[in-house]
Every structure is written in structure tokens, then in C-alpha cells.
């Protein structure tokens, strides 16, 4: 998870009420938990997170049921949503909720099939992980020789002209990785994608999720050298290069600021409901990346007790209440300091 640019949605962040909050109008629905791709830097490759599983359709629309209104809904967590062959109806069932539907894919399995049935489901924003520009060091990181076929595919998709999903490459940015990152702007250009986004690693301390290979905020200058080129490679395609969080103009050092305590403004908890293939509630998308102890961070379970129950149950309020306490729970207190908000 890796962490994702826009977790902040476009909508207006909650006032905080304590450790209640109003139903949540956003969603990531974990469809599959499954992967074709054991990458270094994701849990599921070196741990048992949860029970193997998929969300059915019919189990999603239970579950979004209980929601008044889904404003926005992202489709992914730990696995490779593609996987699951309900996802073009799940895009049509929360579009024709109104909500804006995203989905993250790994892009191996992103063929004409797929690709078209998800734009003509609805699909407003298809994003696909690009962590290199060479086969050796994606095959590093991601542990499979796959990038020349997700690269055909990324083409493909883009020829077809469709007026959406926009289509966008996500980088994140890895001591392993960063030399190539100007290339990897290339080729998402030659592919036909214009926009780009940078993300940090988040880190668990297991795999290539460690400190050690993390950039945030603690560039060198031959680094910095590298955003710059990535920046300047960018605007000479016409390819919009974004960064996650407090970063600007696409760079991936900068910071939310110097606040030991930045996990304060975060809202997740307030405001977005994640819920895994096995329908339980976790705080966050970045928790699972961020820790190894999942059942601590296992809220309740939205099918069994209900998401009214869960929403604003003992379990979550004391999860909020610590997240605005001096000793937050271990994924938020090195959020903002550590990788960005």
C-alpha cells in the first residue's frame, strides 16, 4: 500500500467530535486479497494478513447498504483487485450510487476484456503500479519479470480512446528505484498516460518496507537531482507529475511539516470506512502497511455486527481517541513524520 496521493478526498475534512463520528460517505472495499505478485514492499508477501478471500458483489452491496451515501469508493487494499471477477459490476452498482469509483491495479491483467468492461461499468479513475523503469529492478521489487506486458497493456488501454476512466501511472519511490524514476515518467508518456504520481514508502520493517529504503525527507542532493530531472522530463511531455501528501511539484522529500505530532490532522477515522475482503473494519488504507500487528488493528467486523455498530463502537472510539492523544496507535504516530500524511 502502499500509500495513495489522494487519500485526502475531495471532500471537506469533518469537524472532530470526539471519538463519535458522522456516517462515513467514503469507502475502500478490499475486493480481493489475492495477488498475482509477491511485491517487497507489501505485507501480504511476507505474512498472513487475513483468511484468503474475495468480496462478492452481493457481499459489497450488503455492505454499501448500510452506507447513506457513497460519495467516493476506492477498490483495493491488499491484493490485486483484477482478480475478482464481480469488479465491473461493483464499478456499475456504486456509480449508479453516485459515488466516483477508483480502482487500483498492478496492471498484469489490465487485457481489452477487463480494461473495457471496467469503462463501460462507470469506472472514473483506473490507477496502475509502475515501481520501475527497467525489468530487472521491477522484477526486484516486485517479484515478477511483468513490466514489458503491463507497459503493452497501459498502451492498449489508452488507444482505445476512452473518455474514462483517467488513467494514471503511481511510482513509489524507493532508494532501489529513484535513478529510474525520470525513465519511468518516459515511459508513461510513450504509453499515453499523462499523469504520474509520486508516493513514499510506508514501512513495517519487513521485505523493502523499511527505513532503509525510504527518501521522505531526507534527500541528498544527488536525490534531489533526480526529482529535478523527473520534474523537468514531466513538463517537456506534458505529463502531470504529482507527489503524495505535504510533497510539491512531484517531489517525494518534502514533508508535512516539522510537527511531531502531524497524525493530529489526519481524518481517516472520522470519515473513511475501510473494510477488508473479509469485511472487517481497519482504520485506514496505510494501516496495513504500516504495522505487523493486524489484529490490533481490526475495528470490528461490518457484516456480522453491522456497520452503525462498528462505525461508532467501542473498539473505534478508542481508536480515535488515542489517534488524538500524546501515545497514537503504531500506524498513526509515525504518519507526517516518518511518510507523509
Known sequence: MTTEARAASPLPLPALRGPAAAPPREAYFEVTNRCNLRCGTCPRTHMRVEAPADLSLA?????????????RAVLHGVGEPLLNPDLPAMVAHLAGRGARVVVNTNGTLLDARRGDALAAAGLAELRVSVDAATRETFRRIRGADALPRILANLAAFAARGHRAPELSVWATALRENLDELPDLVRLAAEAGVRRVYLQRLVFN???LAVRE????RDLSAREEAVMA?????????????EGSGGAAEGAVGGGAGADDQAWRSCRRPWKVLYVTANGNVMPCCIAPFATT???GITLGNVERD???RVWNGPAMRRFRARHQSDDPPTPCARCGSEWSL
Open 306 to 308: 453491522g456497520l452503525a
Open 59 to 71: 457481499r459489497l452491496v450488503q455492505i454499501a447498504a448500510q452506507m447513506d451515501v457513497v460519495e
Open 229 to 241: 530531472e523527473c520534474r523537468r522530463v514531466a513538463s517537456g511531455l506534458g505529463v502531470a507529475l
Open 293 to 295: 500487528d493486524f489484529a
Open 205 to 207: 520493517g519487513v521485505g
Open 213 to 216: 529504503q525510504s527518501v521522505y
